[in-house]
């Protein structure tokens, strides 16, 4: 399911060079309905100014990719998530970086859901740099080919997006776990998160967890895998041992044959992680997610929710990962233990 590194110098043609920004857009817009497009226009472009082998122009570049936490391991990658991006944006305002920081805040946003934040972020970059290319240039992206400008589109759509999940508030939340349905408390060196159960639509599942809660098998693991705006992944016996290479990779010595349900992969959703391929879900790995996946519902097996604590697994999410992976941290945050309540 998702590494600080060293500050890199990073290379960019400057965004107020028309002919570097049309055809870029032009090329890669249809890639992506809505969270893809914006992501593929911003960080395909970084990319092809770096190889396009552009001398630094400012360091606000460099400022703008510790800020934005620019994957080495994935060049297309941004690691911070859009509360990070915000939060460090003053560094850059006034830049020639700056409106790209909100420009990312907003892809990171959105890829999370979260449209309320991606609006900020775009409105942010109209209002403090109206002369931005961004912000004027127009490109036939707009509804039936009509030209205009990147940042309007996409609050044309963001916003489309936030009406159309309010009136459908409903489609977005599995039902509640009932009164009396299991709960575990994780207590974590970060917090604690609470789940409950869904022992109706996944019982093996449930079944299987409460075991190793109670017989404290998930003491001491770490959450070894955490992948922003998706998921932090735990539970691994081998994440008690310092030889990372084996995390990931352990587990009881059995795995829970599949259990179909209408559980939706939403925010905050406890499921059953596996190896790719595999029918059967692990043992006892387990994944929390942490923005919508319904596009993975069917293929992991989701048997509890979080009712306590989303903030801590937010938290969590965020840590800092090693320079060389694209999903471990590089300080696991450690489960203590498990309490059935």
Sequence with gaps: MAQHKAPTAVTFATPENRTGLGPFVQRFWKLGALTAAVV??????????????????????DTLNRVAKI??????????????????????????????????????????GDWEK??????????QYPTHSLVVEKQPVGPDGTAVSMVDELLRRFEAQKAWRASHASMFVNPEPPADSPKVRIKTDKGDIVVALYAKEAPKHVENFLKLAREGFYANTKFHRIARNFM???GDP??????????????????????????HLFAGVLAAAKVGGDVQSSGSQFFITTADKTNLDGSYVAYGKVVEGMDIVHLIEQGELEATSADRPMTPVVLLSTEVL
Excluded: C
Aim: aromatic share 6%; net charge negative.
């Design 232 to 234: 932090i992944q735990g």
């Design 118 to 127: 991606a609006i900020q972020a775009l409105t942010q970059l109209k209002q």
């Design 238 to 263: 081998n994440s008690k041992t310092e030889d990372r290479a084996t995390w990931g990779l352990g587990g009881p010595g059995y795995k829970v044959d599949r259990e179909e349900n209408s559980l």
């Design 40 to 61: 593929v226009v911003a960080i395909i472009y970084i990319a092809y100014s770096r190889q396009a082998g552009k001398k630094v122009l400012e360091t606000s570049w």
């Design 71 to 112: 994957s080495e391991v994935n060049p297309l990658a941004v690691e911070a998530d859009a509360g990070a991006i915000l939060a460090g944006e003053p560094s850059l305002r006034g830049t020639q970086a700056g409106p790209w920081a909100l420009w990312m805040a907003g892809a990171q946003a959105s890829d999370a």
